[in-house]
């Protein structure tokens, strides 16, 4: 009977997965919509007479509008989960006129703040004939630092990712602008790598926490390091492994090696199941995970009880809940459905009203049951520990058919050596 029920289990998450695959497939690749980039121009410039798309490299238009020249460009940066694309409009003096968005899959509650505090509105009148700077985003590509220039753009709080990939694309469009159509050459600073203090801690973090894996003696002070999880990973580092990031490696909306902590966060979440057999992120990384687990044990509630068939039920939640978020994803054409983690709101104070409503319930659960929305809810955890499984599944069978293999070969050899 038990048998059994593993069985159906395992049927259920299949037919979750090739279906979720299914939905990718058909969401990336053939739901897409196309942009009618003229008539984006037309609706921003109602007195266009004319458009003229200029061949080359990018996307790009001549605009005649009310008896003056404008340039249109298109391109794009990878943001916090989706590449973002942007139509700089550019007049013929060399200044941007406005930067437009043409696609993003950005989370909403965080990408709207870029509208509602006029982010788009700082790029009119730069010019293109040097690089616009990000101010107030240290340790970034294209970071203003202290350069006297008044061609920059300040970054929004909270969401410096999605304003440094707008940023990063009006860049791009206006330096091809700029050389093809103003002789005007430049150095882009979003092509120069920065290592920061945070970028510098998640690696020490990562090491530490892979060190405290294969060492028992630092499982004594596990309780502190949950403290310095709390407070460095999750209120100053502020980056977290969430189901959005792991959704854009599946749809290669992957940022170039400019944003290292992107790299060392990934490389230390999935690399080190490759490499070790080991989720050490969840283990010992993970802030929100942390948090739960040093209230649990601050709290010393006795430990609520729960069957293992209410157990086996709940474990299935995780799965069942990302099934549904691809899904309506897919449904609806925007994959921030994704976004319904917790780390916002506890680390950020933004998100969504529903998980203001939820994060609660998961923390006063977590008093009494230990890291109760990591062990039922958690995407990450799920997808983490179902690779980790799939890892040393495989390399189990792979030593095992190497030994077999091995081993009839050294036995063939001593039966022909004795005869």
Do not use: E
């Given at each position: 009977m038990e048998r059994k029920k593993r069985d159906l289990k395992s049927y259920y998450l299949m037919v979750l997965f090739f279906t979720a695959v299914a939905a990718i497939i058909y969401g990336v690749c053939f739901t897409g919509k196309a942009v009618d980039y003229p008539a984006l121009i037309q609706q921003d410039f109602p007195g266009v007479t004319s458009i003229e798309k200029i061949l080359g490299t990018q996307r790009a238009y001549k605009i005649d509008a009310a008896g003056k020249q404008y340039y249109a460009v298109c391109d794009s940066a990878v943001g916090y989960q989706s590449r973002i694309e942007i139509m700089t409009i550019i007049n013929d003096r060399g200044l941007v006129e406005k930067a437009i968005v043409t696609r993003q899959a950005e989370t909403p509650v965080f990408f709207e703040r870029l509208y509602s505090q006029k982010f788009f509105d700082q790029f009119n009148g730069l010019s293109l004939r040097e690089p616009i700077y990000l101010g107030g985003a240290y340790g970034y590509s294209g970071f203003l630092d202290k350069r006297q220039t008044g061609n920059f753009v300040d970054r929004v709080t909270g969401s410096t990712v999605s304003s440094h990939a707008v940023a990063e694309a009006v860049n791009k469009g206006t330096l091809y602008i700029a050389s093809q159509f103003f002789a005007k050459q430049w150095s882009n600073p979003y092509d120069v790598y920065q290592l920061n203090s945070k970028t510098l801690t998640m690696i020490v973090v990562f090491l530490m926490a892979l060190a405290a894996t294969f060492s028992k003696k630092m499982s004594r002070f596990r309780i502190w390091w949950l403290l310095i999880i709390i407070g460095v990973m999750g209120f100053f580092v502020k980056e977290f492994v969430t189901a959005n990031n792991l959704f854009a490696i599946v749809t290669l909306q992957i940022p170039r090696l400019t944003n290292l902590g992107w790299y060392v966060i990934m490389a230390g979440s999935l690399g080190f199941v490759i490499l070790f057999g080991k989720n050490i992120y969840c283990t010992w990384v993970c802030p929100f995970g942390a948090a739960q687990e040093f209230l649990n044990k601050a709290a010393?509630?006795?430990?609520?009880?729960?069957?293992?068939?209410?157990?086996?039920?709940?474990?299935?939640?995780?799965?069942?809940?990302?099934?549904?978020?691809?899904?309506?994803?897919?449904?609806?054409?925007?994959?921030?459905?994704?976004?319904?983690?917790?780390f916002s709101a506890f680390f950020l104070f933004k998100a969504v009203w529903v998980m203001w409503l939820m994060l609660p319930v998961f923390i006063f659960i977590s008093l009494f049951i230990n890291r109760f929305y990591c062990q039922f809810f958690c995407p990450v955890g799920f997808i983490l520990n179902l690779l980790n499984r799939l890892r040393n599944n495989g390399v189990r069978i792979w030593n095992q058919t190497w030994n077999r293999l091995w081993n009839g070969i050294w036995n063939q050899r001593w039966k022909t050596n004795k005869s």
């Open positions: 010393g509630f006795k430990s609520l009880g729960i069957s293992p068939q209410i157990t086996r039920v709940l474990k299935l939640a995780a799965p069942t809940i990302l099934w549904l978020a691809v899904m309506l994803g897919t449904w609806v054409g925007d994959y921030g459905t994704l976004d319904y983690q917790p």
